[in-house]
């Protein structure tokens, strides 16, 4: 079925000539990977493209060639809508809210809710960026290095460096290829995973000052007070997940992170085979896949956190 739906893909990527692309809030390197990785091959094809995010890059990637492409708004009269890494259409923001909905959904998040024209849905997949990875090339968009460091971006970030269980072979041999075009994987690793600011630095110390565990479960907080007390300037939790999930001795890792007007951004990783934290998340809302999920919910702190605790507990008692 998916070799029907890429030979569509293909063919209406080449049928489109003025293109929109969006991925979903708070963005990962994922969602930056995959739009920059595609809209790169668009444009390297001669169409004009529109990269869109709500929210913007992060300062943790605007390294990467073609980031000051990615703008927060769109301009109408584009004959082609993509969507990359994204599980639910809400998810790319209240500015696409009133568009028609994509004509291309390209993702790997097994919660996706199928909501294009055309879907590719690559569950198995580490990560959108490696979908992207395998198809560009068959459906006749040679990868460049500025591609190539993107889509590794991409890939490094949603498997936190090769940690996560649904790490193959597979995904290995599409690393090799992407590094084969000139790119500097430890550099990208490095500034994906690694660097942080001075003022994400001291956020990750109010979180990591949090941490408690229950149940198998790890987990941290961050409200809206830290966020301010230490001059962090984004909403998410500057990839402290990523720190949490390498706590040895748990079965799932979390972290809360309090948004304005009583919601809740939360972020789950299973730190077992066998784990799949997507099957929790879809009870709030969110989506994802086995390995990461997320989820954005409406409530105080207090209340979100004991759902969201009692909700994965009984996931894991399954």
Known sequence: MNNDISGAVKSRLEAGQSILIVS???PDGDAIGSLLGLGLALQNAGKHVQ??????????????EGADQIKTGFEPGFDTFITVD?????????IFSDLRLPDINIDHHITNEKFGELNLIEGEEVATSAILTRHLPSWGYPITTPMAAALLTGIITDTLGFRTSNVTPEAMRQVATLMESGVDMPELYMRGLVRRSYAAARYWARGLSSLERK???????????????????????????????????FKVAMIFVEQPKDHVKISWRALEPGVDVSAVAVRFGGGGHAAAAGADVAGSLDDVKKAVIKST????SL
């Open 24 to 26: 979903h809030v708070r």
């Open 51 to 64: 990269m869109v995010l709500a929210d913007g890059v992060s300062s943790s990637f605007r390294h990467l």
């Open 86 to 94: 994204c599980a639910d259409y809400k998810r790319t923001g209240r």
């Open 215 to 249: 149940d198998g479960i790890v987990y941290g907080t961050l409200n809206l007070e830290d966020r301010k007390g230490v001059g962090y300037s984004g909403s998410d939790d500057a990839d402290l997940i990523n720190v949490i999930s390498a706590i040895d001795g």
């Open 313 to 316: 507990k009984e996931m894991l």
